[in-house]
């Protein structure tokens, strides 16, 4: 069974590897979004795009930390590189766009099937796709049961990482996915605080969902 926590204490000079190759993803994918989905591209080009690099490196290398050398590393890194994006695209413009999240959900299930394959870990794979589906379903359920909360592209985040906090156990989709929705509900009340006299109809909450469940990817033990 795949144990992170076992899998850890690469050497640094693995995760500064693996740290610049996620500066050169976080890059390929500020351009491929600019490229695909052009009306959602953030204005001072040259700067977002070295933020949104920067910040996809550090992710980057903390996954290396954590997991080490493994073959699920690869589904993790595109993880992080697709939830910067979508967390940018989702403070600027309150949109999870389809050509994003799907790709993210697709890519998952290819890149964590190799190593479920090769070490007989299928349980794993099948475990992950079970967390797609409740969390999913999870978040449907708070979509339609909330006012002026979650939308939809927010309940088809919450497929992929399903997928990605399953793989790795039960108690890590179980945290995941309630750390990211208590963290929104955090997010939202100081907007509505912000904001007495004019409540906004919307508040984003992609980020705090990627940014709960990369936190419990990384620090869960």
């Known amino acids: 069974?795949?144990?992170?926590?076992?899998?850890?204490?690469?050497?640094?000079?693995?995760?500064?590897?693996?740290?610049?190759?996620?500066?050169?993803?976080?890059?390929?994918?500020?351009?491929?979004?600019?490229r695909t989905l052009p009306q959602l591209a953030s204005e001072g080009s040259?700067?977002?795009?070295?933020?949104?690099?920067?910040?996809?490196?550090?992710?980057?290398?903390?996954?290396?930390?954590?997991?080490?050398?493994?073959?699920?590393l690869p589904a993790y890194l595109v993880l992080a590189t697709a939830g910067v994006q979508l967390a940018k695209i989702d403070i600027a413009h309150h949109l999870l766009p389809n050509r994003l999240v799907a790709p993210l959900l697709g890519a998952g299930i290819l890149l964590l099937?190799?190593?479920?394959?090769?070490?007989?870990?299928?349980?794993?794979?099948l475990r992950g796709a079970v967390g797609a589906v409740i969390l999913f379903v999870f978040y449907l359920f708070l979509a339609l049961t909330s006012k002026n909360g979650l939308g939809m592209g927010d309940v088809k985040l919450a497929a992929p990482l399903g997928l990605y906090l399953g793989y790795l156990g039960w108690p890590q989709?179980?945290?995941?996915?309630?750390?990211?929705?208590?963290?929104?509900g955090v997010v939202s009340a100081v907007s509505l605080l912000k904001n007495r006299g004019n409540?906004?109809?919307e508040v984003p909450y992609g980020p705090s969902m990627l940014a709960a469940g990369l936190a419990i990817i990384l620090l869960f033990p």
Not at 14 to 22: R, S, V
Not at 113 to 125: H, I, R
């Open 1 to 34: 069974m795949f144990d992170p926590a076992a899998a850890g204490s690469a050497p640094a000079l693995y995760i500064a590897g693996i740290a610049l190759a996620g500066l050169c993803l976080g890059l390929l994918a500020e351009a491929a979004v600019r």
């Open 46 to 72: 040259t700067r977002v795009g070295i933020t949104t690099a920067v910040a996809t490196s550090i992710l980057s290398a903390l996954l290396a930390f954590r997991f080490g050398a493994v073959a699920e």
């Open 113 to 125: 099937s190799v190593p479920a394959g090769v070490t007989g870990e299928a349980g794993n794979l």
């Open 173 to 184: 989709l179980f945290y995941g996915g309630a750390l990211g929705f208590v963290a929104g």
């Open 199 to 201: 409540t906004p109809r």
